[in-house]
Structures are given as structure tokens and as C-alpha cells.
């Protein structure tokens, strides 16, 4: 069983800092608080999946609603998140320069603005491709999906899903939708 935050729920809940998290795997012994230690136990110890998804709701339900955001994002794609992470950062603290801006946006996301930036507008991407594709019954037009979302060209949108993902977008969009290995990609869907 896997549980996903996003990157200031998961500071705001364990006030752990993402930057330290990133590309590394880390024993939840030696970051989690107590009160999670024992949490990660209690679902451990679960008899079944619907016994263990009640653990961690009554954990998390309680902690969220006192710490969560008082006007929290109504979008649900990535680039929303970061452009309301970004109008956080921006009001925030003093300090509102764009380098200082940026900092926060890093010390909290874990990545630099410009790399969450790019990490959305791929998904917006893989989106119309998806839309496209199910909308056509053919293959998406990469060169146009590429023009649309602000790429220079189709080989610039290839290059940076192959980035991030190790996929070509027609790659990624068959692995997902024929292997159980890309069920994480599945989760944004």
C-alpha cells in the first residue's frame, strides 16, 4: 500500500522538508514522527485493505483539517497546484523577490519553480494527447499538441517527457494503458 501527499501536505502534516526527501529513499523510522511510526504499525497490522484505509483516515482526517490550507486550490492538475504554490510563496513570508519566491517554492516542493513548470505543462500535454486520442480514435498529432502547449517543436516535447519519464509520450501512453507497471502514471488520470 502507497499514500501520495503533495509535497506542502506532506510538510504541513509532518513538517518534514521535500528538498530532504528527493531522489533518495529514506526509512520511515528515521523521518516520521511518533504518533506516524505508530500509524504505519496499526496498518501494518490491518487485516485487509478496507480495515487498513480506515487507519489511515481516521489518522490523517483529524491532522488535515487542523493544518490544511484555509482557501485551498479548487484545480486538480499539476500546473494549477503549482500556480497556486507559487501565489503562496509569493504572500507568504517578507522577503517576496522572485529569487526569495523561489527558495520558498523549492524548500517546500523540493524541486525549483522552473522544474515544476515544465513537470506541468507535460502533463497538460499527455492530457490533450489523451483527449485527442479518445476523442479521434487515432494516433494524437504530436507536432500540434506540441504547438499548443507551448513547445518549440515535437522533438522539444519528446525530449522533455523522455526527461522526466524515461518514455516518449507514445511510449508512456501504451505502457499505461497495457502494463500494470505504469500504475502510478494511472493516478493522475
Request: net charge neutral.
Amino acid at each position: 500500500m502507497i499514500t501520495l501527499f503533495m509535497p506542502d501536505a506532506l510538510h504541513a502534516l509532518t513538517q518534514l522538508r521535500a528538498t530532504d526527501l528527493v531522489d533518495r529513499f529514506v526509512d520511515a523510522s528515521a523521518v516520521l514522527p511518533p504518533d506516524w511510526l505508530a500509524m504505519c504499525q496499526q496498518v501494518q497490522d490491518a487485516l485487509d485493505d478496507a480495515q487498513r484505509l480506515h487507519v489511515m483516515e481516521e489518522f490523517l482526517e483529524p491532522r488535515w483539517q487542523q493544518c490544511r490550507p484555509s482557501q485551498a486550490s479548487l484545480q486538480h492538475r499539476y500546473s494549477d497546484w503549482v500556480a497556486h504554490l507559487t501565489q503562496r510563496a509569493a504572500v507568504s513570508a517578507p522577503g517576496r523577490s522572485l529569487r526569495q519566491v523561489e527558495r520558498r517554492i523549492k524548500q517546500w516542493a523540493g524541486l525549483p519553480l522552473r522544474e515544476l513548470r515544465i513537470m506541468g505543462r507535460s502533463e497538460e500535454a499527455f492530457y490533450a494527447s489523451t483527449t485527442q486520442a479518445a476523442q479521434t480514435a487515432d494516433k494524437p498529432d504530436w507536432a500540434q499538441i506540441a504547438a499548443d502547449m507551448g513547445y518549440s517543436d515535437q522533438s522539444h516535447l519528446i525530449r522533455t517527457t523522455r526527461r522526466i519519464t524515461g518514455f516518449t509520450p507514445e511510449a508512456l501512453g501504451k505502457g499505461i494503458q497495457q502494463h500494470e507497471s505504469f500504475w502510478a502514471y494511472r493516478l493522475w488520470m
